[in-house]
């Protein structure tokens, strides 16, 4: 993103320091690093303030306390920002996930995205199959007025929040 948009800066976060290490070796590598930073800090914490886009990609179902990342992005954003997402493509109903993708996706969220959020404070355990749902019932209870799906592939959904 930051070779696509040369006027623009860029933060990133992770609550894993290996990850942070490595996004700024290639960030350096690539010639960028004078407009990006990369801070290791969970979703809750991150810093900055009056961002015009926050993205995040197959992460809110593993955390521990969605709500809260979500509210902290909700804070975070200009008021005229916007919270782009990926997540797993699921229904919100268990028929709706009984094909290849939502068979492989419950077997993942049960070796690694429940245990993963149950690890963390709050333990809400959304897992991959969370469903467009209850995305939006975390959305919309962190504080944002606007949600929608704005694209899809059999692997995954994108969605938009604002405020």
Known sequence: MA?????STFVGSDCHEE?????????QSAGVSNRVRFDAA??????????DLVTMFDCLHDMGDPVGAARHIRESLAPDGTWMFVEPAAGDQLSDNLNP???AYYSFSTLLCCPSSLSQDVGLA?????????????VTVAGFSRFQRVSETPFNIVYEARP
């Open 3 to 7: 070779q696509a948009f040369p006027a």
């Open 19 to 27: 990850s942070i290490e490595t996004a700024r070796e290639r960030a």
């Open 42 to 51: 969970p979703a809750s914490t991150f810093k900055g303030q009056n961002f």
């Open 101 to 103: 993708v939502g068979r």
């Open 126 to 138: 959304l897992g991959a199959q969370a469903g467009e749902a209850r995305i939006r019932d975390v």
